[in-house]
């Protein structure tokens, strides 16, 4: 008796701490970053300024009801790869090799091997990584004569044939802390025109073979060639890639739920990035031709494919604890005639699209949801930065992250749970290709013009200085660039631009304690 007793009391020890520990089991992230998505692409946000929605996004909606939207959060950049070097490392962008880079698939990458990334920050708090999606950071092929040698992009119009693309050599996600990936180096938009699982390539059909991708090609697929011919695989149709990108995030849920460890997905969306070639339907919903234009047409792809993924977590019952991330690369699109026409307008009340400057060059949705720790339906005017998701994950899963590592990553958690702390007053953006740098502080804007001839990057003109608290679609009217009475505030951004830039000192919140 005694002993069945004593085997009693040890059964219900040992389950009284394995509810412990699922109670206190760090949560599931995933990281959605949405491709030239503006605040006015997304329901929730557009309702913030206009009483009529001519597109509805339920899904991310629902995320926002549930979660904490971010009204003035930002991109690192108003540039696609420039933005995403910045989100993976926590590090603005001018602190790259690369300052103005857009990376195609075949550039050399832009990070160290000792660099913390979103997917190792995680690695070293136990979690299972995985990438999917879009990667644009730059990949290592080989030669197609010479395996050991890698393969060195050829710019300009000739056609880069003499590569491997067989498989991914090195600088991919597999280099940079992610355990698992399904990765597209250029996205749909560019060469290669493939995709690749752990870094092999991915016949998108069992007949699929390396073959050149030339406009024709692409007409023949009902999709216009976005940038340069080149190789790809013999099935190449973007119109399929958002579904097998989608089928690719949930599969990867279904796997690596309730596991012993907690899970990190990084989920890059093809989507709205041009072409625009939307499915013909998704998750048994039509997408294309629903709407005014192929544009929105994406947009609601994109909005099918977050549903996919919310309810693969449901059937998992993980859904309540596990952190949602959903942000954007830059900010929206300038569409085609169809968009206009409908008055839909991606940037919202923004002046500017992505590349450009302006506010709509980089104001993004950024929605947070972790339904087991933060209470949601709630927005903040918090400043947030696509840097700030890195330090924000490392957070909550209790990663440390080192001296000289993600230098400009802003833990939000504080913000997400109402804690008292000071947030960010400063922050800096990097503009397009045309060359620009911004510097925010308390409201108050100064956009500098940088000389593309100066590869020193020290010319910097001040074109525009805007205070936002009451001029937030910054209209000429209300910059004060050459207003006397604006002289100091003016000088005083441009020295705090140059120190923070020049002088390499680090703005996130894991290093100013």
């Known amino acids: 008796m005694k002993k069945i007793t004593i085997s009693l009391l040890f059964t219900l020890v040992l389950g009284y701490t394995h509810l412990l520990v699922a109670k206190d089991k760090l949560p599931n992230i995933i990281v959605v970053l949405a491709d030239d998505i503006g605040t006015g692409d997304i329901s929730a946000y557009r309702r913030l300024h206009f009483d009529k929605v001519i597109l509805e996004t339920p899904n991310i909606d629902k995320l926002a009801e549930e979660g904490v939207m971010f009204t003035n ?47 190792r920050v995680m690695q070293q708090a136990g979690y299972h990584t995985g990438f999917i999606g879009k990667w644009h950071l730059g990949t290592d092929f080989a030669q197609k004569n010479n395996p050991n040698e890698v393969y060195v992009l050829r710019r300009g119009k000739k056609p880069n044939t003499e590569v491997d693309i067989s498989k991914i050599k090195g600088g991919g996600p597999s280099q940079n802390g992610f355990d698992y990936n399904f990765t ?38 009902g999709a216009v060639l976005d940038k340069k011919e080149g190789l790809g695989d013999s099935n190449w149709d973007p119109h399929v890639i958002g579904p097998l990108l989608a089928s690719k995030a949930v599969e990867f849920i279904g796997k690596n739920s309730n596991q012993k460890k ?143 590592q993600a230098l400009d990553s802003y833990s939000l958690l504080p913000v997400l749970k109402k804690e008292k702390q000071t947030t960010r007053k400063t922050y800096i953006i990097q503009g397009g290709s045309a060359w620009e740098g911004m510097i925010t502080e308390d409201g108050w804007k100064l956009i500098l013009q940088f000389d593309k001839k100066d590869k020193t990057n020290k010319t910097r003109i001040p074109v525009a200085l805007f205070n936002l608290n009451d001029n937030l679609r910054e209209k000429d009217s209300g910059n004060y660039i050459d207003d006397p009475k604006y002289k100091d505030k003016l000088d005083y951004l441009v020295r705090q631009y140059n120190e923070l830039r020049d002088g390499g000192k680090p703005t996130g919140s894991a290093h100013l304690k």
């Open 73 to 119: 959060a930002h991109s690192p950049a108003a540039l696609c790869a420039t933005s995403r070097y910045s989100i993976m490392t926590g590090n603005y962008n001018y602190r790259s090799p690369f300052p103005w880079g857009v990376w195609s698939g075949y550039a050399k990458s832009a990070f160290t091997p000792d660099q913390l990334t979103l997917g």
């Open 184 to 221: 597209l180096p250029s996205g749909i938009q560019n060469e290669p025109y493939a995709a690749y699982e752990n870094d092999v390539f991915f016949p998108l059909k069992e007949d699929s073979k390396v073959r050149f991708i030339d406009k024709e090609f692409m007409e023949k697929k």
């Open 262 to 404: 907690p899970f990190l997905m990084y989920y890059c969306a093809q989507a709205v990035h041009t072409p625009h070639t939307p499915p013909t339907e998704l998750n048994g919903i039509k997408i294309a031709g629903t709407t005014p234009s192929a544009h929105m047409d994406m947009i609601k792809e994109l909005d099918v494919q977050i549903s996919m993924m919310v309810a693969e977590l449901k059937k998992q019952g993980i859904y309540e604890n596990t952190v949602f991330i959903f942000t954007s690369d830059n900010g929206g699109l300038h569409t085609d005639g169809d968009t206009w026409n409908s008055h839909h307008e991606p940037s919202s009340i923004f002046r500017g699209f992505k590349n450009s400057p302006y506010e709509g060059g980089h104001r993004v949705p950024m929605i947070v949801s972790w339904p087991k720790s933060i209470k949601g339906n709630w927005s903040t005017e918090a400043p947030a930065i696509g840097t700030d998701i890195l330090a924000t994950i490392a957070d909550i899963g209790n990663s440390e992250i080192k001296e000289g």
